[in-house]
C-alpha cells in the first residue's frame, strides 16, 4: 500500500466502507468481498489535470481503466461554470473540474449568440457545433479585451478552478493583453493557470522556449501558479533548456511547474487546421513533414495533397503530429518536478467519424489517441523496466495522484 502524501509504504490490508477507506491495518480484515491484491500496488485513484472527455462517458470509462478516478479539463476549460457543474453533480463516474476557458470567452465576445451545450467548450467543438475560425484569426479590440477577461472573471467567481489559455490554438491574433489579464485574474483569486504554450518550435523567432516564458514570467510577477502543458510536444529539442529554467524558477519558490505525457506524438485540438501544423510553423520550425502527421479515423499518413485538401474541405478532421524525440520525452517523465497530463482526447466512431459519448459503446467501435487509455500504464511500465532511472514508484505515483493536487 503505497500513499504519496503521507509517505506509507508498507505491506498492509484495507478496509473498505461504503465505497470509503475507512481501515489500513498489518491485521487480517474481514469484509463481504475480498480482493486479492499480493503482488500488487495499492495506490490513490489517479488524478489528471489534462483531459478532454471529461463530458463524454465513454471516455471516462476507459480513463477509469486506467486507473484515473479525477479527471480535469483544465486547458480547453469553461464558458458557463455554473451551469456545467449542474450539468455534471451526480452523473459522472470519476471526480471532475475544469478552468475558465480563455478560447471560449473569446469565442462568446465575438459570437453574441453562441450559447454552450452544458458550459464546456470541448463539448461543444467535438460534437460539431460550428465555432467558427474567429477566435483563431481575429485581433480582440481593447474593449472587447475588457469583455473577454470580464467573462473569465466571472466563470472564477463561479468557481472555475483557474484559467485555461490555449494560447498554441490562437497564436497569430491572441493578444498580451489578454493573456496578462488572465494571469492577473489567477493571482486575484489564488488560483492558476493551465497554458498551452503560443508556439509548437525548436526554431528563432518563435521558440517553444519564448511561448513558455510568455506564460512563466507574468506569474513570476503577479502571483499565481502556472501549469505548462504537455511542455515536450511545444519545446521539443529545447526541453533540456526549458527544464533548467522552471528548475530555477521554482527553487526560488515559484508554483510553476511543467506537464508531460509519455508519448512522442500528440493530436491537434482544433482538427488539422490548426495553427501549427501549417508548413511554415511544423516543418520549418519543427523539422517534420507531412508525413508526420496520421489521420487519426484511418491511421495513414498524410502528404501535401491530403493535407491541403483536409484543410479545405474537412478543416475539424481529427489527426495526430508527431513532435519531440523518444528519448528526450523519456527524460521528461524520469524527473522528479513534472506531472503526468494525458491530453486525453475524445473517441470517435472507426466508421461514422461520429463522436463517441455512449458508456456501452463498444471499445473495438472507437478510436482515438493510446494516451487516452493508457498514459498511466505506460508511465509504470517505464517505471517497471528501469527506464526512469532512479526515479521511485513512490515518485512516479505520485506525480499521477497526489502531486496534482499540491504540485507547488
Known amino acids: ?9 508498507q505491506v498492509a490490508n484495507v478496509g473498505i466502507t461504503d465505497g470509503t477507506i475507512v481501515k489500513i491495518s498489518n491485521e487480517k480484515l474481514a469484509g463481504k468481498r ?7 500496488v495499492v495506490a490513490p485513484g489517479f488524478i489528471d489535470g489534462h483531459v478532454h472527455y471529461v463530458d463524454m462517458p465513454f471516455g471516462v470509462k476507459v480513463g477509469l481503466r486506467d486507473g484515473l478516478t479525477t479527471t480535469l479539463d483544465l486547458e480547453a476549460g469553461l464558458i ?9 453533480e451526480g452523473k459522472s463516474q470519476s471526480n471532475y473540474g ?10 462568446a465576445v465575438f459570437t453574441p449568440d453562441y450559447v454552450s451545450q452544458n458550459g464546456a467548450v470541448t463539448l461543444d467543438f467535438f460534437s460539431g457545433m460550428d465555432l467558427g475560425v474567429d477566435y483563431i484569426d481575429r485581433d480582440a479590440t ?7 477577461v470580464g467573462l473569465l472573471e466571472k466563470n472564477l467567481r463561479q468557481g472555475a478552478l483557474g484559467v485555461g489559455t490555449t494560447l498554441g490554438y490562437m497564436a497569430d491574433h491572441v493578444t498580451s493583453a489578454e493573456l496578462l489579464g488572465s494571469k492577473k485574474l489567477t493571482a486575484k483569486y489564488g488560483r492558476f493557470s493551465h497554458d498551452h504554450v503560443r508556439f509548437l518550435s525548436q526554431a528563432a523567432p518563435m521558440s517553444g522556449m519564448i511561448g513558455v516564458q510568455e506564460v512563466v514570467d507574468p506569474g513570476i510577477l503577479y502571483g499565481g501558479g502556472t501549469i505548462v502543458a504537455h511542455y515536450h510536444s511545444n519545446t521539443a529539442g529545447q526541453m533540456p533548456l526549458v527544464e533548467t529554467y522552471i528548475e530555477q524558477a521554482r527553487a526560488k519558490g515559484h508554483p510553476v511547474i511543467l506537464e508531460i505525457y509519455p508519448y512522442n506524438y500528440g493530436g491537434a485540438g482544433n482538427g488539422v487546421q490548426a495553427v501549427y501544423l501549417k508548413p511554415e510553423n511544423y516543418q520549418r520550425n519543427l523539422g ?4 508526420d502527421i496520421i489521420a487519426q479515423l484511418t491511421g495513414k499518413p498524410l502528404d501535401k495533397e491530403t493535407y491541403e485538401r483536409m484543410v479545405k474541405e474537412d478543416p475539424t478532421h481529427p489527426v495526430y503530429l508527431y513532435h519531440a524525440q523518444m528519448d528526450m520525452v523519456v527524460a521528461g517523465v524520469a524527473r522528479p518536478d513534472t506531472l503526468i497530463g494525458s491530453d486525453a482526447f475524445p473517441y470517435f466512431d472507426s466508421k461514422t467519424g461520429k463522436l463517441v459519448t455512449d458508456w456501452d459503446t463498444p471499445y473495438n467501435e472507437a478510436v482515438g489517441h493510446p494516451r487516452g487509455a493508457g498514459t498511466r500504464a505506460k508511465v509504470l511500465r517505464l517505471q517497471r523496466e528501469g527506464k526512469l532511472g532512479d526515479h521511485t514508484l513512490m515518485q512516479t505515483i505520485s506525480k499521477m495522484s497526489y502531486f496534482w493536487a499540491d504540485y507547488h
Do not use: C, N
Open 98 to 107: 475544469a478552468t475558465a476557458s480563455l478560447l471560449a470567452a473569446r469565442h
Open 80 to 88: 458557463d461554470t455554473d451551469r456545467w457543474y449542474k450539468a455534471k
Open 34 to 40: 475480498t480482493v486479492d491484491a499480493t503482488g500488487h
Open 1 to 9: 500500500v503505497m500513499d504519496p502524501e503521507t509517505g506509507f509504504d
Open 288 to 291: 517534420r513533414s507531412y508525413g
Open 142 to 148: 481593447p474593449e472587447e479585451i475588457e469583455q473577454i
